[in-house]
């Protein structure tokens, strides 16, 4: 089956272009389209590609970071202003991945990858697609809960505000390969501190749903409270909360349920 590939040279054509054309499939780092179609997959008979270069613009000059949906991790990495996210980036793929791969991308990455996306969850995140409907700001929540009616839109760019200080935001990738294996797990925390408590509590996690989620359980045992051991102790017995891992290659569901407070009571302590 032949696949037309088209250029477009704004974000707003390419996403007209995806709207009108349900076979269509957009083009960014290709880590996971490619894949897609080098598998086989006969639903993709369109490539929609976009030169626009506010989708590679990146804009961590103030409290709230923006990141266009074609900025690679690599580039992520390269960005001083964005340490906060190294981690994150840094545990996505190898190099050749990295220097490849999207964070537009990675909000569609299926278990057991999408770790960046984990991470930008507990960062309240805020994706700016293009689409039918035209231009619009949706939460990172509502977006991957109805990420499988997104493939019509188009991704402009993901937004955050900046962690207060580097203990404020936590990240952890338990895989079986480091640092580039699929995720076992993927936890990461937002702990925002007001007069030595924590405020707006954010606890996502990755590999424990079909979708990247917040442990919405975890985050109301430290909602309000000092984080000391025994509040870490019960954000970490209220982790599988509205969880619902699956078995695969890299573990069984029963072993991430195990294993999760573990891990994250060793992220809330800040063990390695």
Known sequence: MAVTVKTFASAGEAAGALSSDRSARYLGGGTLVMRALNEGDVSISTVVRANDQALTRVDASG????????VTFARVLAERDLAFLHAPAR???????????????????????????????????????QGGFGARDIAIEEFLQSRERQSGALVLSISCTRPAS?????YRKIARIKPKGGSVITLAAHLPISGGRIAGARVALGSMAPIQIRAKGAERALEGRVLDSATIDAAASAATEGTSPADNALGSAWYRREIIGVHLRRLLSGQE
């Open 63 to 70: 409290p709230r970071v923006t990141l266009g949906a074609g």
């Open 91 to 129: 545990s996505i793929g190898g190099p050749a991945v990295r220097n490849m791969g999207t964070v537009g991308g990675n909000l569609f990455a299926p278990n057991p990858y999408g770790d960046f996306t984990v991470a930008l969850l507990a960062l309240d995140a805020t994706v700016a697609v």
């Open 166 to 170: 580097a203990e404020a935001f936590r």
